[in-house]
Nanobody, 125 residues
Framework: VQLQASGGGLVQPGGSLRLSCAASVRTYNNYVMGWFRQAPGKEREFVAALSRNGGSTKYADSVKGRFTISRDNAKNTVYLQMNRLNPEDTAVYHC???????????????????WGQGTLVTVSS
């Protein structure tokens, strides 16, 4: 499985961005998809996850109500819509895929076996 994230960039506080992550896999709808982020000098942290059929979502408390994860199984793509961005959201955002994760573990990095290269989001005026 190869994951290609895109959509990062520089945005002002209060602005919005939409990240995309395209997966090269034949059975994309068998994978739980997640987004994580890593700020400079910090550990990678969970942002959001989406179940295989898109029916269940999970968010970090810090992004609830501002970020929305979604997927298009026909396009093998997962999205992260980010609204009301603030400087604390500045990080490299990574998408991840897991074929075997149970839902209770989707917030953990070790639940995912496949990772994209990351896309940088900078929130600054």
């Amino acid at each position: 499985v190869q994951l290609q994230a895109s959509g990062g960039g520089l945005v002002q506080p209060g602005g919005s961005l939409r990240l995309s992550c395209a997966a090269s896999v034949r059975t994309y709808n068998n994978y739980v998809m997640g987004w994580f982020r890593q700020a400079p000098g910090k550990e990678r942290e969970f942002v959001a996850a989406l179940s295989r059929n898109g029916g269940s979502t999970k968010y970090a408390d810090s992004v609830k109500g501002r970020f929305t994860i979604s997927r298009d199984n026909a396009k093998n793509t997962v999205y992260l819509q980010m609204n009301r961005l603030n400087p604390e959201d500045t990080a490299v955002y990574h998408c991840a895929a897991s074929r075997g994760a149970i839902w209770s573990s989707v917030g953990l990095t070790n639940a995912y076996g496949y990772w994209g290269q990351g896309t940088l989001v900078t929130v600054s005026s």
